[in-house]
């Protein structure tokens, strides 16, 4: 069963610092990889989708890794905000299953 | 930005009524899903759909669910009989490419009382 793990499950940093969100998925067959962000109470927006064949996505202050080989992805926020608190969500997309299997998300603070 | 749009957003029902939960998907997509994620939990798939039909399903997707596409344009979620861990948010995704590109709408939040 395909499984999807996250760490930390909360990070609190100051604005203006660079961080990393750490993403782990048990199975390598993956087709694709999806980073979402999710404020609370609210839907899911998409942020980075990485193919199976890409190594990294950038957009803006965030570049997102996939490392098929050590089932990681990794999320870089440059430069923190405010404004970037949020829960972000990674998500595993298998071919032979047709749906994303989910993350438990990061709950990321950032303090002005 | 093309949209998929879900109403209501926000659905109170008494336990054991029927609820229709409604979403629009982007117009061109041809694949349709729904999700949901129950409060503090991780989002977890229900059911994709495609060519009118089924595509795949997860265990949780039981005999009290059901979807339909009744129109060109619009992709239902039906629980028959509500119980009170139903209560979750709905997502409903649509792609145009089965593996590629979803786009997920703003979600349902159902509260089973």
């Known amino acids: 069963k395909q499984e999807v793990t996250q760490i930390p499950a909360a990070l609190s940093v100051p604005e203006g610092e660079n961080l990393v969100l750490n993403c782990s998925f048990t199975?390598?067959?993956?087709?694709?990889l999806q980073w979402f962000r999710q404020d609370p109470g609210k839907g899911l927006t998409s942020l980075l989708l990485?193919?199976?064949?890409?190594r990294e996505q950038t957009s803006g202050r965030l570049n997102a890794s996939l490392d098929k080989s050590s089932g990681r992805s990794t999320l870089y926020i440059a430069a923190s905000q405010p404004g970037d608190s949020a829960t972000y969500l990674c998500?595993?997309?298998?071919?032979?299953?047709?749906?994303?299997?989910f993350g438990p998300g990061t709950r990321l603070s950032v303090l002005p | 930005e093309p949209e998929v749009t879900q109403t209501p957003s926000h659905q109170v029902t008494q336990m054991g009524q029927e609820v229709i939960l409604r979403c629009v998907p982007i117009?061109?997509?041809?694949?349709f899903y729904w999700y949901r994620q129950i409060l503090g939990q991780k989002v977890e798939f229900l059911v994709s759909?495609?060519?009118?039909?089924?595509?795949?399903k997860s265990e949780i997707f039981d005999d009290q669910f059901s979807v339909e596409r009744p129109d060109g344009s619009n992709f239902t979620l039906k629980i028959r009989s509500t119980k009170l861990e139903d209560s979750a948010m709905y997502f409903c995704?649509?792609?145009?490419?089965?593996?590629?590109?979803?786009?997920f709408g703003s979600g349902t939040r159902l509260t089973v009382v």
């Open positions: 998500a595993g997309f298998y071919n032979y299953g047709q749906n994303f299997v």
């Open positions: 117009s061109n997509h041809l694949y």
């Open positions: 990485i193919q199976s064949s890409q």
């Open positions: 759909f495609y060519n009118n039909e089924i595509s795949e």
């Open positions: 995704a649509s792609s145009r490419v089965g593996n590629y590109g979803y786009t």
């Open positions: 199975d390598s067959a993956i087709y694709n």
